[in-house]
């Protein structure tokens, strides 16, 4: 019984460190922004409310796609989402509010059927292969660069940046644990 117990302390503390250092490496991954110059900012989606107005996530990404886009890092801004439950297409409101803040419109590109990160990277690279893009700065919250980075790198895409929204809340404890699970999901189907 002893030895039993001697293992089962193992593996939880050997689980353990594994989570901390994947929790610190998407941490420090999401957090060291480094865009270069590339052909397509890639901007995933995230709640639109009800009333039409973006959350505060998905102001903040594409905030930061304006900051690059006006930097001159990118001359194409790509945006992806799906329909939310509460009624509104991501892409659609991303693309509005990009133009709203001085952004052409022939600047941008809609995907309305990214309801995944997974889904986002297959239509992007779809596009980017129309497009002959080889470059990509990935703007997301910190938490969720590194997936989106790995499932293009599994679409066999060959330069991939990132830089991460300046927008955080109590609730990316959460999600730094979600993606724990969802990044390891998407390595093993890869």
């Not at 886009?69 to 009624?87: H, M, N």
């Not at 990935?138 to 938490?143: A, E, G, L, M």
């Amino acid at each position: 019984m002893k030895s039993a117990t001697y293992i089962v302390k193992w593996v939880a503390i050997v689980l353990g460190s594994w989570f901390l250092l994947h929790v610190a490496a998407t941490t420090i991954d999401g957090l060291t922004d480094n865009a270069q110059p590339a052909d397509c900012l890639l901007v995933l989606g995230n709640t639109v409310n009800a009333d039409g107005t973006l959350s505060p996530r998905l102001q903040g990404r594409l905030d930061k796609a304006l900051n690059l886009y006006q930097a001159g890092v990118s001359p194409t801004i790509f945006v992806s989402g799906g329909l939310g439950k509460e009624g509104h297409y991501e892409g659609t409101a991303m693309r509005q509010y990009l133009v709203a803040h001085g952004v052409p419109a022939a600047a941008i590109l809609v995907d309305n059927a990214g309801n995944t990160t997974q889904a986002t990277a297959r239509n992007f690279v779809a596009t980017a292969q129309v497009r002959h893009f080889s470059s990509v700065v990935v703007v997301s919250q910190f938490f969720h660069i590194s997936r989106t980075k790995l499932l293009l790198k599994q679409q066999q895409f060959p330069r991939i940046y990132g830089a991460h929204a300046d927008y955080y809340e109590l609730r990316d404890i959460y999600a730094l644990i979600r993606e724990f699970a969802a990044y390891y999901t998407y390595l093993f189907q890869g």
